[in-house]
């Protein structure tokens, strides 16, 4: 693809991080510690495919032990190599540390094409990387969490739990040894679409400062504005769902197939079920259609949300970007050279390392249901309920008046899983974005959101190996 930088994806985000650096205020050595990869773990492991031995190649990174655990999800992809591995492992530290879930950043992955495997050669691949893990302690409740990622979902997590159950019998909270695990598996309501949730919570905060909107030309709040996804995979699709909901105009939709739109807006499920049923987002009713996916990137719309890949927008389209914000719900889909050219043109970008931080906030929710043994809501719900009916009640006779049914079921209700988790990636989202955004209203000089989402960061880890000290 043209317009791709000529340096490695770990250097670009050591790029990112020394540009933020210099507005901090730590020394030298507490930025140099904050940015290496503690600890690399390369492995190679033999695994009999058919009647033959295949070698298999792997990785593990913690990249920070400021808190621990660690935590970061595991990737089955050819494209897997341990400069990738490192880069998404230190993204990891600054996200967990922008949301305040207490854990450093890891990443784990295997270089295989998990299409060319049968589910019973990929449950032996993944339990032997488990068992290898093990070994060495690189997985544990109170040593390193992964969760799904690129190529692995609740199945992989549920073998890789099972695996660590057999080698550590008797742990009491081996549960909490990976998290996105099916929910009948110690899994929590509200994973799944927690990552796009979390991109649109954390945009429609962005969307509801009057000030960052009047700067870029556009009215406050969420309703109304044109929105574009490429991509309408867990992340896009859910996203573009809430936003929907909200009532914003999803104007375009990609795939890798191609792109479609219509200014009047789609309906999301509508969408999705046609490509479910045709094979294509094509040839949508009422929609035009675009060939290359590329070319949903430069519509016409207030918000564009990559949610595919990484390096999309880069030095060859970034000028012909319409759109006012850019929402990184992907990891990585802005080269620097687009975030030059973003800062130039007064697009405001709103950086992936925090956006995208739901699934990990949401994964952060079930580690703790996992160390608790119970489920969020169940102790309270009934009790809420009772109390709620009881006020309700005490109201309704004092006041000689009946609230309609549709208001009783609303005030009645007692918080379940679902509610509870949702309500705290709420709360986590809304948090994050302001303090990134005080933190540059605070300093004129930095030049954008990235930065500052990363000045934000930096201070927590620093700060936490300033007041832990420097072992021994
Ligand atoms: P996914 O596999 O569910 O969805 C990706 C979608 O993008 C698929 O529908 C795929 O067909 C589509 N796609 C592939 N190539 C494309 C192209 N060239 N143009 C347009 N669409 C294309 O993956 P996901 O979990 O939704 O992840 C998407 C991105 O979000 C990745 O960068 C991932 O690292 C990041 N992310 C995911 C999570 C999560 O919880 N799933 C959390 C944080 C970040």
């Known amino acids: 693809m043209s317009g791709q930088p000529d340096y490695s994806f770990f250097a670009a985000v050591e790029k990112s991080f020394d540009k933020a650096a210099v507005f901090t205020g730590w020394d030298a050595g507490i930025l140099e510690q904050i940015k290496q990869c503690n600890y690399v773990y390369r492995m190679h492991f033999p695994v009999k495919i058919g009647d033959k031995i295949e070698v298999i190649k792997a990785y593990r990174v913690q990249h920070s032990h400021h808190k621990t655990p660690c935590k970061g999800g595991i990737r089955f992809a050819m494209s897997v190599n341990l400069d990738e591995v490192m880069a998404l492992a230190a993204l990891m530290t600054y996200k967990c540390a922008i949301v305040n879930v207490p854990f450093g950043g890891a990443k784990g992955g295997i270089t295989i094409d998990p299409k060319k495997y049968t589910a019973y050669e990929l449950e032996k691949i993944t339990r032997r990387y488990t068992a290898e893990l093990i070994k060495k302690n690189f997985i544990g409740p109170g040593i390193d969490v992964p969760a799904p990622d690129y190529g692995t979902g609740e199945r992989e997590m549920s073998w890789i739990l099972d695996t660590y159950m057999s080698m550590r019998p008797g742990e009491i909270d081996s549960m909490g040894c990976v998290t996105g695990k099916p929910v009948s598996q110690g899994g929590v309501r509200g994973r799944r679409e927690a990552t796009g949730l979390g991109v649109f919570y954390g945009l429609r905060e962005v969307c509801n400062m009057t000030d960052v909107m009047s700067k870029i030309g556009l009215e406050t709040g969420v309703e109304g504005k044109r929105v574009v996804v490429q991509g309408l995979g867990n992340v896009g699709y859910h996203t573009a769902v809430f936003f929907q909901q909200a009532g914003a105009k999803i104007v375009g ?66 000028p012909r970007i319409k759109a006012k914000i850019i929402g990184e719900a992907a990891n990585g889909p802005l080269t620097p050279e687009a975030d030059e050219e973003f800062i130039r043109r007064n697009v405001l970008v709103v950086p992936d390392m925090y956006l995208n931080a739901g699934g990990v906030t949401v994964s952060y929710f079930e580690w ?80 954008d959101m990235r930065t500052a989402a990363y000045v934000c960061a930096i201070n927590k880890v620093g700060t936490s190996y300033a007041e832990l000290g420097i072992f021994p």
């Open 368 to 447: 703790l249901k996992n160390l608790s043994h119970v489920r969020y809501g169940r102790m309270e719900k009934r009790f809420t309920e009772n109390m709620n009916n009881h006020i309700l009640g005490q109201i309704e006779e004092l006041t000689s008046k009946q609230v309609s049914a549709k208001e009783r079921d609303f005030i009645m209700h007692g918080a379940e899983e679902v509610d509870l988790v949702r309500s705290g990636l709420e709360e986590t989202m809304i948090t994050a974005t302001r303090e990134i955004m005080e933190i540059w209203k605070s300093n004129p000089t930095i030049p």
């Open 253 to 318: 939709l990609a795939e890798y197939e191609g792109a479609i739109w219509n200014n009047d807006g789609f309906d999301v499920d509508t969408v999705f079920n046609h490509r479910k049923l045709s094979g294509s987002i094509l040839n949508f009713p009422g929609a035009r259609n675009f060939d290359s996916t590329d070319e949903a990137l430069e519509m016409e719309c207030d918000i564009l949300i990559p949610a595919a890949l990484e390096n999309v927008v880069n030095a060859t389209n970034a």
